[in-house]
């Protein structure tokens, strides 16, 4: 397979199926789920509550089963295929909104109310548990749960703790692994934390993950030719001149610009350079590129997330789509080495 780290097609990249199947919740825009296929997984479709996803994710995966609702209720279904209970994979990557480091984390545990997710009135912080209780109920041979590193951090590493119980009650042995992305072929360092079990009956070995490619920098992604790039808000753009190169946001430069000593603001207003690997690539905010002083365009977060090029994003914004994303390239290492570790014969 040609080299896949700037530019692929899902038409014509996804290689030969390795008869392996795997089954996706919160499946979001499908970044995970063309990371299996990729890898040569059969991905049977997946759950979701979000209707823009919905759209998204039909027009770009043709899925064989698609479940528009609320895990919850997904978890209440008695009528389910019987494939879905003889899984290989069963991932889930469930919304990490409250346990990132730079939310409001625990003031928003066991509150409900409206995410964009759905639009629906919910508390989100338990989903994992949910999420624990489908895996419970499906029984796959291996089950994954991808995060954001704040989960094993501070007051959340209950969460993390509960997980872990929840699952080796469920019959599985359990590793988490905190991975970059930016080392697995990604133009992104996005670090996670990924839940891999493997069911106990199976005397599976542990899984070894090891990754070593060399970084992309943004030099190698920036689409300079394009005349299609974002204006900088007008925000940005009366701190621009406090900017000082070698800043990696607006923070120190809307403290000059405002005269305080104070840092609390334009913190996740990132900004990048050519010889760097880009950070994480978030739903919302604003991401500046110095040498050009401009926002970045649609072609490089496409790049940044490792998105095809015939990705159809169905009109919404291509950096909500990407930041809600897994990479797919990072999904296809994992997907990979489960495969050659686990089920090689």
Partial sequence: ?????????????????????VFG????????????????????????????????????HNPKYFYLEDIREFNKRKNLPKELYDLDILDGSPPCSTFSMSGKREKTWGVEKKFKEGQKLQVLDDLVYVYC????????????????TGIVAGKAKAYTIGIYNRLVKAGYSVQIFRINSATMGVAQSRERIFFIARRKDLSLPKLKLQFNELPIYFSAIADKASTTH?????????????????????????????????????FSTYILYDNVVPGTLTSSGSTIYYEEERNLNDVEYRRMSSFPEDFDFCGTDVRYVCGMSVPPLMIKGIAESIKTQWFKK
């Fill in 230 to 266: 974002k204006p900088m808000w007008p925000s940005i753009q009366v701190r621009w001149p406090f900017v000082e190169k070698g800043d990696q946001n607006l923070k120190f430069a809307d403290a000059k610009y405002r005269n305080k000593n104070t840092y609390n603001a334009f």
């Fill in 25 to 60: 919740t919160f499946v979001c825009g499908g970044g995970s789920t063309m990371g299996y296929k990729l890898a040569g997984f059969n991905h049977l479709g997946g759950v979701e509550i979000d209707k823009r996803m919905q759209k998204i994710y039909l027009a770009n």
């Fill in 1 to 21: 397979m040609k080299n896949l780290k700037l530019n692929w097609k899902k038409a014509t990249d996804y290689p030969k199926s390795n008869g392996l199947s």
């Fill in 133 to 148: 209780d489908t895996i419970k109920k499906l029984q796959p041979k291996v089950a994954i749960l991808e995060n954001v």
